[in-house]
């Protein structure tokens, strides 16, 4: 059975770290780009931070930049989003995703134009406030 199952969400306040994981199973993720999505009520889903091994690149959306990390444990098969210094503009349901590295510019692809993806999480809610 192919599952990403994305755990770790919660409420916190603002200026506090949450630490988001998706587990995949019944696939590998060594040869998939990984990607985290949010969607905020009443908002677009929007791309957050993307990256391939292949092409060697990542992606934050600039909201994000310098707050959030991105990484991979390819042994254990799980995608991690670490997200510091949250504000309460962070709110929403967060989702993982993964897509075939052999897509040209996968990494543009998947948090730019939402494309090329195979494989989604079910979604975290995460909520920043006071």
């Known amino acids: 059975q192919l599952q990403v199952v994305e755990s770790g969400g919660g409420l916190v306040q603002p200026e506090e770290s949450l630490r988001l994981s998706c587990a995949a199973s019944g696939f590998t993720l060594d040869y998939l780009a990984i990607a985290w999505f949010r969607q905020a009520p009443g908002k677009e889903r929007e791309g957050v931070a993307c990256?391939?091994?292949?092409?060697?690149?990542?992606y934050y959306h600039d909201s994000v930049k310098g707050r959030f990390t991105i990484s991979r444990d390819n042994t254990k098969n799980v995608v991690h989003l670490q997200m510091d210094s949250l504000k309460p503009e962070d709110t929403a349901v967060y989702y993982c995703?993964?897509?075939?590295?052999?897509?040209?510019?996968?990494?543009?692809?998947?948090?730019?134009?939402?494309?090329?993806?195979?494989?989604w999480g079910q979604g975290a809610q995460v909520t920043v406030s006071s």
């Open positions: 995703a993964l897509g075939h590295e052999n897509i040209p510019n996968i990494v543009q692809a998947m948090c730019l134009r939402q494309s090329g993806i195979e494989f």
């Open positions: 990256s391939s091994t292949n092409d060697g690149s990542t």
